[in-house]
């Protein structure tokens, strides 16, 4: 498989004229070395929000959710979208959007093929498989439905699964051409999943936020396969795959922005950037018969939508929300298909500034002009004081309030495989 980065001569163009706009409002100096978010729907934290709201949050997530609540969250086995031979996809959806939830943040996005029996373009965004999302694997948020254990031995990384009930091992993922990374938060950015991705015969190319090549760098990864981005820059990427049914595609990448903050330690907050991304299908020049408006996708990482002032009272329609989504919505028109955070959100005067709760969620869904959604960021691990079945209850609740027509914004299993029209309305 042969995978070519490039910066199209309008994607240059375009950066350009950002450039000469000056500095950014999301950089704190003249260089890109500290960022912060521009808008006033965010709200930094004080010492008192830490010692009296996030510290008695993090003691009650403690110990273990009732078995009989964990039991209720739907998983099932990845069939990748791919028919009754177990290695190509039918007929019926070459020409559809196949996304596969891994959990949490992580989505595998196959894009349409132009021809059946072949695949399309596939994404791998946020993979995280190790069983706790933290610094180590001895303490910290463990998973509700684990996925694997990795013992790195003599710098080879060994995958041994731990649950039955584990939708896949790492392992299992086919092959991708990008890994796309919101931000390095633990529960987002996982060393020993990113160490077994990028060591694969066929290694994909990774797409992170401004700040993170130092990382990558440390994890023995090739700077030509770090693609480290700012807010609006883009990139081409253009595969030739092996194989007997050897074919060409290419997509377009856009990293957008979100609101949020990063830190993997005590002194690096803000130090890296953070956001969401677009992915948008390039029409084949070979096929006239290829989709005229081409799949797009959007995967919104993590991020809150306006910062609330009660944990109490979630009611208050003037405060100001993040303008970046419809932003992002005006410059792209609409999505086939968008991955949006429902989770983590309680207490909300805390969590609110980056975090979604539903209400947020299905206000993104309409800022960005989603067709179709699927809600993530819930189900994985016990990080905030929600209950663990409240979110998609919650979310089916605000998008009958919006208006939101049922079915085009909801939830799937982990490991389920949702196909998505392109081009298509609900009706």
Not at 160 to 188: G, K, Q
Not at 289 to 314: E, H, I, K, L
């Amino acid at each position: 498989m042969s995978i070519q980065v490039s910066e199209t001569a309008t994607q240059s163009s375009q950066r350009a004229e950002r450039e000469k706009q000056g500095k950014p409002s999301h950089w704190v100096y003249s260089e890109p070395t500290d960022f912060q978010n521009p808008w006033p729907s965010f709200r930094l934290y004080t010492t008192g929000d830490i010692i009296f709201e996030y510290i008695p949050t993090a003691f009650s997530t403690l110990g273990s959710p009732p078995k009989d609540a964990v039991a209720q969250i739907p998983i099932q086995k990845p069939t990748w979208g791919w028919g009754a031979d177990g290695k190509s996809v039918p007929a019926e959806n070459t020409d559809k959007i196949k996304a596969t939830w891994l959990g949490h943040a992580c989505f595998l996005v196959e894009l349409p093929s132009s021809t059946a029996g072949v695949r399309g373009a596939r994404i791998l965004f946020d993979p995280v498989f190790s069983d706790r999302c933290s610094p180590t694997q001895w303490f910290g948020p463990e998973a509700l439905h684990p996925y694997v254990a990795a013992i790195l031995t003599g710098g080879r990384c060994s995958i041994l699964t731990l649950d039955e009930a584990a939708p896949c091992a790492l392992e299992d993922v086919p092959e991708i051409d990008a890994v796309v990374i919101s931000h390095n938060h633990y529960d987002h950015m996982d060393t020993t999943s990113l160490q077994h991705l990028l060591a694969r015969t066929s290694a994909p190319h990774v797409f992170a936020p401004l700040g993170n090549e130092p990382y990558f760098h440390s994890l023995g990864v090739p700077a030509s396969r770090v693609h480290c981005l700012d807010w609006w820059d883009a990139r081409r990427v253009s595969v030739t795959t092996a194989g007997s049914k050897s074919h060409s595609f290419a997509f377009d990448i856009t990293f957008t922005p979100g609101q949020h903050f990063t830190g993997r330690g005590l002194r690096d907050r803000f130090k890296s950037l953070w956001g969401g991304w677009v992915v948008e299908a390039v029409p084949s020049e070979s096929d006239p018969t290829d989709a005229a408006t081409p799949a797009r996708v959007y995967f919104g990482g993590d991020t809150g939508y306006r910062a609330v002032n009660s944990s109490t009272d979630d009611d208050d329609a003037d405060l100001p929300v993040c303008p970046a989504f419809a932003e992002i919505g005006d410059r792209w028109g609409a999505f086939d298909f968008a991955m949006i955070p429902i989770g983590a959100y309680e207490p909300r005067r805390f969590m609110s500034p980056i975090h979604c709760a539903p209400r947020d969620s299905v206000g993104i869904f309409r800022d960005i002009r989603a067709r179709r959604a699927l809600g993530m960021h819930w189900g994985a691990w016990i990080l905030t004081t929600e209950d663990i079945l409240e979110p998609p209850k919650l979310l089916a609740a605000e998008c009958a309030k919006a208006g939101v027509k049922e079915g085009a914004f909801g939830v799937c299993a982990i490991g389920e495989t949702v196909c998505f029209d392109v081009g298509r309305d609900e009706t």
